[in-house]
């Protein structure tokens, strides 16, 4: 049976008789039926009957189902209400718009609204580059996506997304310092989505784009930063090209190997195995080959769209032609990011000695974590049940931070490399081991660093390609 987990925390209130043993018993059969009991709250008490509320992780709904008739199968006692606290977390969504000016009296009014705010427009239609400083776009990410290529989930709309971009929205805050709002487009049609996101983008000062399927992630992505003046990240591909690399920087050090010197195979070859082996090289990688449905991608063969061909056309210069199971052996580092379950540890096994396995397929990774660490030295995944868990929440909120700070209009490749190799660096070399070769989400200093590597990288550009920005300098006049 699959472990109880937090994202399946039920309370049940329960009502029992009076007595000690009544509650121990409860309890007890909680965690008979496989539930982990994280707490026991009484609710009201008489002198014959006590409510309790028992908070536990279950595995799924109908483990939760199974410990409430559990519960009732016991004398006495009766399960009166089932709460998930999931669900309970999502009531009435999980961000909102708070003011940042005091609005107390008419003085107070006057300046934030009528007659005050219309010198600020004036300012701002005199010199467009203005409203960066003198609005909410100073500090503002739109979260845009159609709902089609949802992590796990797959196409289930842009209602159903909501929830997804909510939670993003909720990290860029609490991780980046980074106001950002979902904009969820009911359609799939890649000039509609375009023509939207331009027509919005006066409000913000980048857009993250979020699970909008392959191959149109591509172009909608490549469009929007080649006619905005404001940067343009699709998550999927570079959020996790990023943590990848800074994952694989510190790997390879755990192992004594050069980026340069290690065969690497990457399965998945869709937006985010693009970005990972376009990243990769970028770094020095040279020896890659990527692995679609249809077995190794190699020049000459017909390889569905030009991104498959551009991987083809500058990776595996041996001309491999084989299966992934077969591209595995001798191999010194393993890349997943495509289905789960399609290796095994034996698989694993055929590469050499020293192997990296980064099994990053959600929920269910391509080989099982614990099969592959017994001849693999260093095992990742994307989930946090297990070490060294590949999280894009490691990228996004410090990426945007450097990219607003420095009023940057274009996201470059380098300022993305620089971003890994920050992410990297906030592990120490006293830290360092095969369980431990990225820091955890919850790290501070992550979001700094990325931050401040972007932020010098943007700048640096800026310095160089004078004419890529119109941004005011800091001594926007004010008092138009």
């Given amino acids: 049976m699959a472990m109880p987990s937090p994202s399946y925390t039920i309370t049940l209130r329960v009502e029992v008789p009076a007595s000690q043993r009544a509650t121990s018993t409860v309890v007890g059969a909680v965690a008979e039926a496989g539930a982990a009991v994280m707490g026991v709250d009484i609710a009201h008490s008489t002198t014959t009957k006590l409510i309790v509320d028992v908070t536990c992780d279950t595995v799924d709904v109908e483990h939760g189902e199974e410990v409430v008739a559990a519960l009732n199968a016991l004398e006495g006692v009766k399960v009166l209400k089932m ?18 000016v005091p609005l107390k009296t008419r003085r107070d009014l006057s300046r934030a609204y009528t007659p005050g705010v219309a010198r600020v427009c004036l300012a701002i239609a005199a010199n467009p580059a203005d409203a960066r400083r003198l609005t909410i776009k100073r500090n503002t990410v739109a979260v845009v996506t159609d709902g089609t290529a949802v992590l ?33 487009l009911d359609t799939k049609d890649t000039e509609e989505i375009i023509s939207i996101v ?19 992630c591509f ?19 570079h959020g996790t090209a990023i943590v990848v690399l800074a994952a694989l920087i510190n790997a390879l050090k755990v192992v004594d190997k050069k980026l340069e010197d290690v065969r690497i195979i990457v399965s998945g070859v869709g937006a985010a195995g693009n ?44 001309g491999f032609t ?84 420095a009023g940057a209009s274009h996201i470059s490749d380098e300022m993305l490399r620089v971003a890994a190799v920050a992410i990297a660096g906030v592990v120490s070399a006293d830290e360092l081991n095969s369980a431990f070769i990225i820091p955890g989400v919850f790290d501070h200093r992550v979001a700094e660093a990325v931050a401040e590597a972007v932020r010098a990288e943007a700048e640096s550009y800026l310095t160089k390609h004078p004419t890529a920005t119109e941004a005011s300098e800091p001594g926007v006049t004010l008092t138009r």
């Fill in 152 to 184: 796990g989930l797959g196409d289930i709309g842009p209602a159903a997304a909501l929830p997804v971009m909510e939670g993003k929205a909720a990290l860029f805050k609490q991780f980046g310092g980074v106001d950002a709002w979902p904009v969820c």
């Fill in 83 to 100: 709460s998930d606290s999931t669900f309970l977390m999502h009531l009435g969504g999980k961000i909102e718009v708070n003011a940042k």
């Fill in 219 to 237: 172009e909608i992505e490549a469009r929007l930063r080649d006619e905005l003046d404001i940067p343009v990240f699709h998550d999927d591909q």
């Fill in 198 to 216: 331009k027509a919005l983008a006066p409000v913000y000062g980048g857009v993250n784009l979020e699970d909008i399927s392959a191959p149109r």
């Fill in 322 to 405: 084989g299966s992934l199971k077969e591209g595995l052996a001798g191999a010194d580092v393993f890349i997943g990011v495509s289905a789960g379950n399609i290796l095994t540890g034996v698989d694993v096994a055929t590469m050499n000695d020293g192997a990296v396995v980064f099994a990053l397929a959600n929920p269910t990774p391509e080989v099982d974590p614990i099969d592959a660490a017994e001849t693999a030295a260093v095992v990742a995944t994307g989930r946090s049940d297990y070490p060294n868990q590949i999280n894009n929440v490691l990228a996004f909120p410090g990426l945007f931070r450097g990219l607003l700070d």
């Fill in 275 to 318: 970005a990972i082996i376009r990243l990769l090289k970028a770094q020095g990688a040279q020896h890659i080959i990527g692995f679609g449905r249809g077995g190794a991608l190699h020049r000459g063969a017909t390889n569905g769209d030009e991104y498959r061909n551009w991987i083809a056309n500058n990776t595996n210069e041996e």
